[in-house]
């Protein structure tokens, strides 16, 4: 008995899907409203008043929004594993904003009920899972949920993210493999940055060009301007209704620019080139676009400050939310370590 011929993968046209001017002003909401939260955290952690390291993904807030907006929210909808960057992908798939700043205060409001206090959130009620780690370590475990979905007959994706340097990783390379030879609804994003740590990606990768990776394994793939939020949204919508109507695993590299270093203690200025830096900096996502919005949908300026506006609202009332909330009990340290059997 022969197999049947396999697919071979190459990199398809940028899908045309249509962006009315609601869905425009909903996705420019919540790229401004991830850049209030982290602006607002990386001014607590300045001030002490955030444990541990933070992480931002300012100028990746197009990637972030994008990669949520076209999924099934809650906890019977599509699987969620965002990176670490993607802040935005947590606010638009549900995750409260107050419980973000609850996360990084270490309080007992936050998803890991002060164990965490970093961005490694997750939660059932929103079928994200709590990360393991922000590099490839969730591909496996996303293969898994999309599989999962498949053998139950269910319309459901299991999307992940990640960064540059995790294409360079075991984990990534088997779990693509697996997942083309199964062909389970599952979404990969590559975040293309340029960065992996203090490591340039031309001194990790031979490919820098990260859809090729994909394409490899019989994978459709597209590349986007990681930075035009509407070419984002297009090609995850196009990427997750071909996943969920049976058509396989996808793939979406977006080319976008890691505006600071790894964290907010990272020296960047000795490694990262600063006109590479000032030249991304005019390509910021949201001045996109606001442009296109002003200019090409002749939307006012005056709505958009009132969107600006609320952003700024729903944040302060979730600081005061978050350090109004208690630190857990100490006797709660132990609880959820291990896991728990009837007898």
């Known amino acids: 008995m022969t197999s049947p011929a396999r697919k071979i993968s190459v990199v398809p046209d940028l899908p045309s899907v249509e962006v009315s001017d609601d869905l425009a ?41 994008g990669i949520a907006l076209p999924l099934v929210r809650g906890e019977d909808g599509d699987w969620l ?24 205060m270490g309080k007992a409001g936050s998803t890991t009920r002060g164990k965490d206090g970093n961005l490694h959130i997750g939660g059932r009620e929103w079928n994200i899972p709590c990360q393991v780690s922000h590099m490839a370590d969730m591909i496996p475990l996303t293969v898994g949920a999309a599989l999962a979905y498949k053998q139950r007959g269910e319309k459901r994706v299991a999307v992940t993210s990640f960064g540059d340097a995790a294409t360079s990783r075991g984990d990534f390379h088997e779990g693509l493999n697996i997942a083309a030879v199964l062909e389970v609804p599952a979404v990969f994003v590559a975040e293309n940055n340029g960065w ?19 394409a490899a394994y019989g994978i459709p793939a597209v590349s986007v301007d990681g930075n035009d939020v509407f070419a984002v949204y297009a090609a995850l919508k196009a990427s997750v209704d071909a996943a969920r109507e049976g058509g396989g695993p996808q793939f979406v590299e ?90």
């Open 196 to 214: 992996g740590y203090s490591t340039p990606i031309s001194k990790q990768t031979k490919v820098t060009d990260l859809h090729r990776k994909a």
């Open 25 to 65: 002003l909903d996705l420019y909401y919540w790229m401004t409203l991830t850049r209030a939260v982290e602006e607002r955290a990386l001014n607590l952690y300045r001030q002490g008043k955030l444990p541990g390291s933070y992480y931002t993904g300012r100028g990746q807030e197009a990637i972030a929004v």
């Open 254 to 343: 977006c080319k976008t620019y890691r505006m600071g270093g790894h964290a907010a203690h990272d020296k960047y200025e000795s490694y990262m080139p600063m006109e590479v830096l000032a030249e991304w900096s005019d390509k910021d996502p949201i001045k996109r676009a606001e442009a296109i919005l002003l200019e090409e949908r002749e939307i006012t300026e005056a709505r958009l400050e009132s969107i600006r506006e609320r952003a700024r609202d729903e944040v302060r009332q979730a600081v005061e939310q978050a350090e109004d909330d208690g630190y857990p009990d100490a006797a709660e340290a132990h609880q959820g370590v291990f896991a728990e059997t009837a007898d």
């Open 81 to 104: 594993s965002p990176w670490i960057r993607d802040l935005g992908s947590y606010l638009v798939h549900g995750v409260p904003v107050w419980r973000i700043f609850a996360q990084f």
